[in-house]
């Protein structure tokens, strides 16, 4: 079932989409050479609880971290650790806030330090692919329209996106129907309505997307160890259209 929210639901939303954004600049802070992915979970926790929040992901489903964080090869729902990042490394951080009972949820892809002429085209690939997803967030389009939108930049720019892991309807509750795909046709599914509220997340591969989940049972690395990109913002479709949450 696909919830609508009243502008009341979506003004707390927005509150907690503005906190997501606040914790990705405590990210930024720390993205450097050294730096464990476990410390970097720990410095966000912090810095959500001290605004009197509560971590998104901390528990969910027994996930055992405030943040998912993934390098390189890595996916999605990386389990922060020992892993100390490394100068040239792309990493995903994955972050969830609850404020007053309602959730905001933004994944950002971090250089650490300078990247590669192709690291750094499939990380403005995939900030271009999300963008061109939220472009389309109107009420009198369909979900094809965004995933179609998200996919035709990744490939047009010699990548391919993930298609068994996407977007979701987000609110009261972290994950929420609908599914948001990062692939679609133009016209097709879902008709977009106001009130919606979705996290629009593309997953960006450079070649094969084929996934696997490792022991963990949580991590999710490329198959093949390619390299991903992956961006999300919370978005509400209004009658004057998409509104992005997770900024300041």
């Known amino acids: 079932?696909?919830?609508?929210?009243?502008?009341?639901?979506?003004?707390?939303?927005?509150?907690?989409?503005?906190?997501?954004?606040?914790?990705?600049?405590?990210?930024?802070?720390?993205?450097?050479?050294?730096?464990?992915?476990?410390?970097?979970?720990?410095?966000?926790?912090?810095?959500?609880?001290s605004k009197g929040c509560i971590p998104s992901f901390k528990g969910y489903r027994g996930f055992p971290a405030s943040t998912c964080i993934c390098v390189n090869e890595e996916m999605v729902h990386g389990i922060p650790g020992a892993r100390k990042?490394?100068?040239?490394?792309?990493?995903?951080?994955?972050i969830g806030v609850i404020y007053k009972d309602?959730?905001?949820?933004?994944?950002?892809?971090?250089g650490v330090g300078e990247l590669s002429p192709e690291k750094k085209h499939l990380v403005e690939a995939t900030e271009n692919s999300l963008m061109a997803g939220v472009a389309q967030a109107f009420p009198s389009k369909y979900m094809g329209d965004i995933g179609h939108a998200m996919q035709k930049v990744?490939?047009?720019?010699?990548?391919?996106?993930?298609?068994?892991?996407?977007?979701?309807?987000?609110?009261?509750?972290?994950?929420?129907?609908?599914?948001?795909?990062?692939?679609?046709?133009?016209?097709?599914?879902?008709?977009?309505?106001?009130?919606?509220?979705?996290?629009?997340e593309p997953i960006v591969c450079v070649k094969d997307p084929s996934a696997l989940t490792l022991s963990d049972k949580?991590?999710?690395?490329?198959?093949?160890?390619?390299?991903?990109?992956?961006?999300?913002?919370?978005?509400?479709?209004?009658?004057?259209?998409?509104?992005?949450?997770?900024?300041?």
């Not at 990042?85 to 994955?94: E, M, N, R, S, Y």
């Not at 692939?183 to 008709?191: A, K, L, S, T, V």
């Not at 999710?220 to 300041?248: F, R, W, Y």
């Open 218 to 248: 949580w991590t999710v690395v490329s198959k093949h160890n390619h390299l991903s990109a992956q961006c999300e913002h919370t978005v509400a479709i209004t009658k004057d259209g998409p509104q992005i949450m997770t900024v300041l």
């Open 102 to 110: 309602y959730h905001g949820d933004s994944v950002w892809t971090y």
């Open 85 to 94: 990042l490394q100068a040239g490394d792309i990493v995903k951080v994955d």
């Open 1 to 49: 079932m696909i919830y609508l929210k009243s502008p009341r639901e979506i003004a707390l939303m927005r509150e907690a989409g503005r906190l997501v954004a606040q914790a990705h600049l405590v990210v930024k802070q720390h993205m450097q050479p050294g730096i464990t992915t476990r410390e970097i979970d720990l410095a966000v926790e912090d810095f959500i609880r």
């Open 154 to 200: 990744a490939e047009d720019n010699g990548y391919v996106v993930q298609r068994e892991y996407g977007g979701h309807g987000v609110g009261r509750n972290l994950h929420e129907d609908p599914s948001v795909p990062n692939f679609g046709e133009p016209g097709r599914g879902i008709p977009l309505r106001v009130g919606m509220t979705i996290a629009i």
